[in-house]
């Protein structure tokens, strides 16, 4: 495993059905922001794909989104973490593109930044178009109950992995990860 992939509303921060509309308004999910951390210092490339149909909206502007995201990426930093990037579609939902999860145009921009394969790399959502997205890609789908994750839990159809969260995913990744392991013990 060398990258994860996150989505943002309800994984990492706490999610409105209004947008999340400045910076003021992102606030991260508990644990969320050491999550990140953990996972980056573990040695892997830890993107965000998140839709933002608030831009296509109208509701927000591409400098405010932009400022959302300096926002996260600092907490992130004064947590000792990193994010390698950010992929957004900022497109409205009737526009038909290709970038818009359940669609992989944000997870085939992630693998041509990242250079390499998704396939079997954890993608961590809360919801159904994540959980669909990360499929199409042949990515390995996971679950966090946090933001819709418990809704989405009881509607999927099948068994999926799953945790209360995203640091209890981290912890259990980075516990499991070989470059995790392999730096510990230098």
């Known amino acids: 495993m060398k990258v994860v992939i996150l989505d943002r509303d309800g994984v990492i921060n706490v999610d409105s059905t209004n947008y999340i509309k400045s910076p003021e308004q992102w606030q991260p999910i508990p644990g969320s922001i050491e999550a990140i951390s953990l ?21 927000f502007s591409l400098e405010t989104l932009d400022a959302i995201h300096k926002k996260m990426h600092g907490a992130v930093q004064a947590a000792g973490g990193n994010i390698t990037g950010v992929f957004f579609c900022p497109h409205h939902p009737i526009e038909g593109c290709d970038c818009r999860k359940p669609g992989i ?8 930044h990242f250079g390499g394969s998704l396939n079997d790399e954890p993608f961590v959502g809360d919801s159904v178009k994540d ?20 809704k989405t839990l009881h509607a999927m159809g099948e068994p999926i992995e799953n945790y209360n969260n995203l640091l209890d995913f981290a912890k259990s ?11 510990s013990e230098n």
């Not at 990744?173 to 730096?183: C, K």
């Open 39 to 59: 996972l980056s210092n573990s040695g892997l490339a830890v993107y965000v794909a998140t839709n933002q149909a608030g831009v296509g909206r109208g509701l």
């Open 105 to 112: 145009g944000l997870l085939l921009q992630i693998a041509a």
């Open 131 to 150: 959980i669909q997205a990360a499929k199409r890609m042949g990515c390995r789908p996971v679950l966090v109950r946090t933001g819709n994750g418990e």
């Open 173 to 183: 990744i980075t516990r499991d990860n070989p470059v995790s392991r392999d730096r």
